[in-house]
């Protein structure tokens, strides 16, 4: 008779009952398992440190911070040249901007007389979602708006260029410009490599539930079986050309490596976030999602943009941005193709540690930064025709 009245109120069978027993502590098992892999990856990254293979960073002071992030303000650079907010990727460590000297964002761009900031993303709580990375982004520029009577640009890599596009959308006013380098914006049809897998995976809410902040293993697991070429064949190519190369590369190549080691857990709102309205139902480009309480879209990102693509990637197709730039108001644009690198490791990453892309590729991002300070035109800036 108990075992009956406990089953009424819970409106369940024993079955049922134990299965979800089970399914919990199965769930709590792979969290703990992935969150491990997590630690002993960085206990590994920090072999390499002691081993001499950490990254050589340009000295910096925090200025500002808030849950999930930090604000850095470099000590090199101009007052005079560009203004510069970095957005990294939220998914692994900032330093990949800074690596070394030698392949160095940061440094070049300090070198050019930018003034450069850099938005640090950190150990977030897992309630955090679009809307508070977008209102940390724009915390940022405001705070540096404040401080030198001067709108910065936005710069972002990968999802962090994802970010910087949706805050320049949701506040086109508070920067100057937007550059994004090998970063996801239109979804659909240019989902690339990441699309079946995402299609018979869990939803975004299911994996919220499961985990209150997503291990960076899992990430890497699923770019990893989404796209084999990229994220673990090319890594071995590139290790034995860098090995025939000679030494000066292989040091890079090995801090890259370091890099990847460098796990950064993801809220369980924002990857559920990133997910459902973006992958699976492609709401910005489809004037569908709500940044902060409005609705945004390409339109409003009223700003000149910068974009550089990498034709052979797959789990980042070029069209996931381009037809982003083509929807986007006929603005000055800048689009730029990456080819590749020996000694980065991960082409996804060479755009920001090559040497073609210090040598071809940030010297022209850099020149149309000032051209646009100095209101001077720049052949190669040009708006994309409209899709037809």
């Not at 955090?128 to 977008?134: P, Q, V």
């Not at 050309?241 to 590369?249: D, E, I, R, Y």
């Not at 590729?361 to 899709?387: D, M, V």
Request: aromatic share 6%.
């Amino acid at each position: 008779m108990a075992h009956e009245r406990y089953q009424s109120r819970v409106g369940a069978t024993p079955g049922t009952v134990r299965d979800d027993v089970v399914r919990a502590f199965g769930t709590l098992a792979l969290a703990l398992f992935f969150h491990g892999l997590d630690n002993a990856r960085q206990v590994t990254g920090q072999w390499f440190d002691l081993a001499g293979l950490g990254p050589v960073q340009t000295p910096s002071t925090m200025v500002l911070d808030g849950p999930g992030w930090r604000l850095r303000r470099y000590r090199t650079g101009g007052q005079q040249g560009p203004l510069l907010l970095i957005v990294p990727a939220p998914i692994k460590r900032h330093y990949i901007w800074d690596l070394m000297p030698s392949c160095s964002v940061v440094r070049r761009a300090a070198a050019d007389g930018c003034l450069v900031y850099l938005l640090e993303w950190t150990q977030a709580p897992s309630d955090l979602g679009l809307d508070a990375y977008i209102q940390a982004i724009d915390r940022c520029a405001g705070w540096i708006a404040q401080r030198t009577a001067r709108r910065p640009h936005l710069l972002g890599h990968s999802l962090g260029g994802t970010l910087a596009a949706l805050h320049v959308a949701r506040h086109a006013s508070h920067s100057a410009s937007l550059v994004m380098v090998e970063s996801p914006l239109s979804f659909g049809r240019n989902a690339g490599a990441l699309a079946p897998l995402l299609a018979i995976g869990p939803k975004g809410a299911a994996i919220q539930a499961a985990f209150s902040n997503v291990p960076g293993t899992i990430l890497g697991l699923g770019a990893a079986l989404a796209s084999p070429k990229e994220f673990l064949w090319e890594r071995y190519a590139d290790a034995v050309a860098t090995a025939m190369a000679g030494s000066a590369l292989m040091k890079k190549h090995l801090l890259a490596i370091r890099w990847t080691l460098d796990e950064l857990p993801m809220p369980g709102k924002l990857l559920a976030q990133l997910i459902d309205q973006l992958y699976l139902d492609d709401r910005l480009m489809r004037r569908k999602l709500i940044v902060q309480g409005r609705r945004v879209a390409p339109l409003d990102v009223s700003v000149p943009i910068a974009a550089v693509v990498d034709p052979r990637s797959r789990i980042l197709p070029s069209a996931s941005t381009i037809d982003f730039l083509r929807a986007a108001p006929r603005r000055e644009q800048l689009l730029l193709h990456y080819a590749g690198d020996v000694g980065v490791a991960l082409q996804h990453v060479g755009v920001l540690i090559g040497d073609t892309a210090h040598r071809e590729i940030w010297p022209r991002i850099l020149r149309w930064l000032r051209q646009l300070e100095t209101g001077s035109s720049n052949p190669e800036a040009r708006p994309l025709p409209a899709s037809k």
